[in-house]
């Protein structure tokens, strides 16, 4: 069976950016499996595995337009530290849930802290970045009516 959309797709694969540093992989663990069409995967990787059967292999180079989009400047800004509540210790790296409701939560990453000031970064860690990934088709198979009707593989 070719990959389609509402295919249940399993893959192992390696992430790596354009020095060849490893982002992420799926070695030494189960193979990534999704619902093929449902938006799981960045829109790039779905297009280079369209057609593809099990036992297939592929290098897939992705743009960040095709990925998870450019760095968006105006995403990066200043905050003070009391937005932050009773958290004392924050550093660059932490990550939080910024927004209201579920709809608009956004997670944002601490870059820079500067006395009371803190710089943060509401883009996807990957932004901006061209993704290579390395991808070993295990199977494919037709999704169930119910997991098309959920949206996902269960």
């Known amino acids: 069976m070719k990959i389609g959309t509402h295919a ?8 790596t950016d354009d020095t060849g540093e490893e982002i992420d992989s799926s070695t030494g663990q189960e193979p990534l499996t999704y619902l093929h069409g449902t938006g799981h995967l960045i829109p790039g990787l779905e297009r280079e595995l369209d ?5 297939d292999e592929l290098i897939a180079v992705i743009s960040p337009e095709d ?19 009773d958290i ?13 409701n579920d709809d608009d939560v956004q997670i944002i990453t601490v ?10 970064d509401g883009n ?28 996902h593989v269960r």
């Not at 249940?8 to 992430?15: N, T």
Request: aromatic residues 6%; glycine residues 14%; hydrophobic residues 35%.
């Open 88 to 100: 004392e210790n924050i550093e660059p790296g932490m990550q939080f849930r910024a927004g209201g």
């Open 124 to 151: 996807h860690p990957l932004a901006g970045m061209t993704l290579n990934f390395s991808v070993s088709i295990q199977s494919v198979r037709e999704a169930s009516s119910e997991e098309i009707d959920h949206g």
């Open 67 to 85: 990925g998870y989009g450019e760095q968006d400047e105006t995403l990066i800004r200043q905050i003070p530290r009391t937005a932050f509540g």
């Open 111 to 120: 870059t820079k802290v500067e006395g009371d000031d803190v710089t943060v």
């Open 51 to 55: 057609g593809k059967e099990a036992g």
């Open 8 to 15: 249940v797709m399993s893959m192992h694969y390696v992430l």
